[in-house]
């Protein structure tokens, strides 16, 4: 059997790859299930799906169903349907539909795939068995998990019910969306049974229209539905990892050059610190050799500020300040020549003026200290 590596920093987390050496009980399948394959969408990638179909096909399949799967290319192998062989290989007790579920997928994929090879021969109408799109039943297979959550019944995993249903490449999304629709309207069932009073005719209808719920039951379905959301938008994420390209970085001295300062004040003998360095930092020290002002950037969290054309944003207008150089021959210089962040800090505590920062930065202005 094929052995899987998953990731050693995550196991911590994820655990070891399942096994079931026990038996499960029939009201226990559903949720074993999807257990199971929650664990291998997160872990497996396209070359371990095939090498879990190939285990299969050779321990439960024919030469001709084992060569029809070598000629699929990664990205069409069915990965659900390659996690529940896996599964069954490690000890599950796979149902027998799932099971011919298994090779009806790998037969579909590969149908697909000569449709797509074959170009140059006349177009011949196959027929094959239709299997429901996703998004056309979201939402009747997530009200009815709703329904038997109020019945007080087991639910079922988003994970094992999209199995009887096609799932297109962005269709994890739009039944994300779906769901999310659903919630909508017991979140303001919520809203609307604290209001109590001043509601509208819409609010309540939808009032009256839940009214054999309980609050408790209501906020169970939107746990429910909640945890649908998450798997779902989880589901997306991984499909769309190898579409994603690496973002080029940004040059730095584009992002600055918009920004006016004073790169030496020959009076003062003092020259500003590099302005690429203002990019996520935390706090900066600035002085306006024309207003006399020395100004303290804090930023709103670590590595919050940084340059937007002429300006500093991303700072704590509460917590930054600026304050008046009565002295500035003596003050400045010396305030510059500290190195320390406490000294830097307390220094400028001692000053008895204070007032308010401007965002943007002048011609006159020297960068003095940047954290």
Request: glycine share 6%; aromatic share 6%.
């Given at each position: 059997m094929y052995n899987l590596k998953p990731p050693v920093a995550e196991l911590k987390f994820i655990g070891s790859e399942p096994s079931w050496t026990d038996p499960v009980l029939p009201e226990k399948y559903e949720y074993e299930l999807g257990k199971g394959l929650n664990w291998y969408s997160y872990v497996a990638d396209k070359k371990d799906d095939r090498q879990f179909l190939i285990d299969w096909f050779k321990t439960n399949g024919t030469k001709d169903q084992l060569s029809t799967l070598q000629k699929i290319p990664d990205k069409y192998l069915p990965g659900t349907y390659a996690h529940c062989a896996r599964m069954a290989m490690r000890g599950f007790p796979l149902s027998d539909h799932h099971k011919e579920k298994i090779w009806l997928r790998v037969q579909e994929e590969s149908t697909r795939k000569a449709e797509e090879d074959d170009t140059t021969?006349?177009?011949?109408i196959k027929v094959q068995p239709t299997i429901p799109l996703a998004i056309d039943y979201i939402k009747a297979v997530v009200c009815?998990?709703?329904?038997?959550?109020?019945?007080?019944e087991k639910t079922i995993p988003i994970e094992t019910l999209l199995l009887e249903f096609r799932v297109l490449n962005n269709h994890h999304s739009a039944c994300c969306k779906k769901v999310q629709e659903i919630r909508a309207e017991y979140a303001e069932l919520q809203e609307n049974r604290k209001k109590k009073k001043n509601l509208t005719d819409w609010e309540a209808q939808l009032v009256e229209g839940y009214r054999h719920l309980d609050n408790k039951t209501v906020k169970e379905i939107i746990?429910?539905?909640?945890?649908y959301i998450e798997d779902l938008t989880k589901l997306q994420i991984k499909k769309s990892v190898g579409k994603i390209r690496k973002k080029k970085p940004t040059d730095k001295r584009?992002?600055?050059?918009?920004?006016?300062?004073?790169?030496?004040?020959?009076?003062?003998?003092?020259?500003?610190?590099?302005?690429?360095?203002l990019i996520n930092c935390t706090?900066?020290?600035?002085?306006?050799?024309?207003?006399r002002k020395l100004s303290?950037?804090?930023?709103?969290?670590?590595?919050?500020?940084?340059v937007k054309g002429a300006s500093l944003i991303g700072f704590s207008e509460t917590k930054s300040s600026s304050?008046?150089?009565?002295?500035?021959?003596?003050?400045?210089?010396?305030?510059a020549n500290k190195k320390r962040k406490g000294d830097i800090t307390t220094w400028y505590k001692?000053?008895?003026?204070?007032?308010?920062?401007?965002?943007?930065?002048t011609a006159t202005t020297l960068i003095l200290k940047v954290f």
């Open positions: 021969k006349p177009a011949v009815d998990q709703i329904e038997a959550l109020i019945a007080d746990k429910l539905l909640d945890g584009k992002i600055v050059r918009g920004l006016k300062y004073l790169v030496k004040d020959t009076t003062l003998n003092i020259s500003s610190e590099d302005p690429t360095t706090e900066v020290y600035v002085y306006d050799t024309k207003t303290n950037y804090v930023a709103e969290y670590p590595g919050g500020i940084t304050k008046t150089m009565r002295k500035p021959e003596q003050q400045v210089p010396e305030f001692d000053i008895k003026s204070k007032g308010t920062v401007r965002p943007r930065l």
